[in-house]
């Protein structure tokens, strides 16, 4: 089942020219290759995702419209002006949410994770900076399944394959409620839950890229799971 490639290398010049004219003139001009060599590309990257992760995560799902997250830079609080990222990407989310966070408690779960970028593309899974109460319900499963959460996040093959956990924002001390000598104080200093690897420009052009990415979610589902299940966010079996 592979796919053809999800982008050519015309993608990451275009993204490489974005980064040395981002500005709209220049995107404008050029948005006939940017619709062309990655929103068309990455909609259908989206779309082979989603019939993988029927097999691999049933619960988790891919939609176009849903999943890319929009070229447009978000600038009303950044000193930085600049119209547009300098990368695309697109996640793969829990179905009883998907990217609308239904209620403080729940967040929009956790999920899959992928970014292109010439040089600094990568894949990976889990939530980040999920709000107060979403948090808060993780902070509690780590209480009461800390053995479970260790045996994911320390298993040899997991460590690996994604590292550590990414430690931005991460606690100087637990939070307030924990003693400081608590079994899970470690993981209790973490503000996100999320895990990752880097892909090469040339696996990122590869017509390969769906069956890596699937070899790497396949990997993070057990993470992903554990995480979505603090939530009350259930494991499925299939879509039916």
């Known amino acids: 089942m592979d796919a053809k490639p999800a982008f050519s290398p ?8 974005l980064a040395r004219h981002n500005r709209k003139e220049w995107f404008e001009e050029h948005r006939s290759d940017y619709e062309r060599e990655l929103k068309a590309p990455l909609a259908a990257l989206i779309e082979e995702m989603d019939v993988r992760l029927a097999e691999i995560a049933p619960e988790i799902v891919g939609s176009p419209k849903k999943s890319a997250f929009r070229i447009h830079r978000d600038v009303r609080f950044s000193k930085d002006k600049s119209p547009y990222k300098t990368h695309v990407a697109c996640w793969f989310f829990h179905r009883d949410v998907g990217t609308r966070i239904v209620s403080e408690a729940v967040h929009g779960g956790a999920g899959f994770y992928i970014q292109v970028k010439p040089g600094e593309s990568f894949c990976g899974g889990g939530i980040w900076m999920p709000p107060r109460p979403a948090l808060q319900k993780i902070r509690e499963c ?89 939530l009350g966010l259930p494991p499925a079996s299939s879509r039916l």
């Open 10 to 17: 015309k993608a990451l010049t275009f993204l490489r020219g």
């Open 142 to 230: 780590l209480v009461d399944d800390l053995d479970g959460f260790e045996a994911i996040v320390k298993d040899k093959a997991f460590r690996r394959r994604f590292g550590a956990l990414d430690e931005e924002g991460r606690l100087t001390r637990v939070p307030r409620g924990y003693a400081p000598d608590h079994p899970a104080a470690e993981w209790l200093r973490y503000p996100s839950f999320t895990v990752g690897t880097d892909l090469s420009d040339a696996e990122v052009t590869s017509s390969r890229l769906p069956a890596t990415l699937a070899r790497h979610y396949a990997a993070l589902t057990p993470f992903v799971r554990w995480l979505n299940s603090a």
